[in-house]
């Protein structure tokens, strides 16, 4: 029994070892939040972008330590070894973009940082404590937009879902847009119309135009049903962007 343990013990110390062998930190190149607009029964999310060094790596764990005196997070991010045959002199550098929820927050001002970045922003008290939303946003399943797009290009956001009860009404013209530096909030509320519900399945579709922005990149934070949300990050670019593909 004690050689069997100690041979587990053996085989554990040595994975973690080879696992730490294999994979290395990266720098992220942006973390993305809205500074405000969050509340303490929304879960909250940041997105994390970033190059892959070559196709020898894959994205591997994010680490995440949370201060809760100073109320700051540090995240940190790691690529692994693909375990590839061929990637002594692979230079080709791969994007990425990854989602990450930090969970429901009390009230107050928080931060995160990761490496030099530092972003900040507030958790305030819902109006509705025992609601997921205070406000009521449309069940999307998609949106789309252009990851490069032209100063000279209206930058437009296309989403997409369906509604299934009859007393619930979805118009562009109650979408709001909230602009913070580089991230865009885009609400897409609904309303509860004073008629008897009944199910009654109907498309939801709509462009929603964006200002004309500087160069850079920017992420679209989309709300939707039930405290979800969707996030794009795309870029303006000075060029008009080739076509590539069919």
Do not use: W
């Not at 190059?51 to 591997?60: D, F, H, N, R």
């Not at 109006?127 to 797009?149: G, H, K, N, Q, R």
């Amino acid at each position: 029994m004690k050689r069997k343990l100690v041979m587990s013990l053996v085989v554990l110390v040595f994975s973690q070892t080879i696992y730490g062998m294999n994979k290395k930190e990266i720098t992220l190149e942006n973390l993305y939040i809205p500074p405000v607009g969050y509340d303490n029964n929304d879960r909250v999310e940041v997105v994390l972008t970033g190059k892959i060094p070559s196709l020898c790596y894959e994205l591997g764990k994010t680490s995440i330590f949370f201060d809760n005196v100073k109320k700051v997070f540090t995240i940190s991010q790691s690529v692994k070894n693909r375990e590839l045959i061929h990637c002594e002199n692979n230079e080709i550098v791969l994007e990425f973009q990854k989602t990450i929820s930090l969970g429901q927050l009390e009230t107050g001002k928080y931060k995160i940082v990761s490496g030099d970045l530092e972003k900040n922003f507030l958790i305030k008290k819902a109006t509705i404590s025992s609601a997921v939303d205070d406000e009521l946003y449309a069940p999307l399943s998609s949106a789309f937009i252009l990851d490069l797009i032209s100063t000279e290009q209206t930058p437009r956001v296309i989403l997409g879902g369906k509604l299934d009860q009859s007393c619930l009404s979805f118009n562009q013209s109650d979408v709001e847009l909230k602009y913070y530096d580089d991230v865009i909030v885009l609400l897409p509320r609904m309303i509860l119309k004073d008629i008897p519900c009944f199910n009654q399945q109907k498309v939801l579709q709509a462009v929603i135009p964006l200002q004309k922005m500087a160069k850079g990149k920017y992420l679209i934070h989309i709300r939707t049903m039930s405290g979800q949300s969707i996030n794009k990050v795309f870029e303006i670019i000075g060029n008009t962007p080739q076509n590539s593909g069919l």
